[in-house]
Nanobody
């Protein structure tokens, strides 16, 4: 079993920055691929970034490349999402997910929410003009 807890969301103005955190507990072998997703009201959950916690390989959605950075701190079992130059379109609930695939992330499927079995409750990010 895996438990994920997100934190770090908040209300910021356009151009601001936030760092989201996701603390993980539980079996490490079933949370090798960790991803950040976001969901705005009335929209589907969208994958924005993922990290293979063993190889360190990272993956990003084209829409966030250059502004979002995913990283990990292994001793703390925590992954981070640094978000810079925030825009109103970034407003959403941000979720951390764990894909139980033993082989880790892959470029074809990392952004599919259906791949992830474990989810946190999310943290709200609101960007005002």
């Amino acid at each position: 079993q895996v438990r994920l807890v997100e934190s770090g969301g908040g209300s910021v103005q356009t151009g601001g920055s936030l760092r989201l955190s996701c603390g993980a507990t539980g079996d490490t072998y079933i949370r090798r691929c960790m991803g950040w997703f976001r969901q705005a009201p009335g929209q589907e959950r969208e994958g924005v970034a993922a990290i293979d916690t063993i190889t360190g390989a990272v993956y990003y959605a084209d829409s966030v490349k250059g502004r979002f950075t995913i990283s990990q701190e292994k001793p703390k079992n925590t992954i981070y999402l640094q978000i810079n130059t925030l825009k109103p379109d970034d407003t959403a609930v941000y979720y951390c997910g764990a894909d139980p695939n033993l082989y880790g992330c892959n470029s074809a499927s990392w952004s599919r929410a259906a791949q992830y079995k474990y989810w946190g409750k999310g943290t709200q990010v609101t960007v005002s003009v």
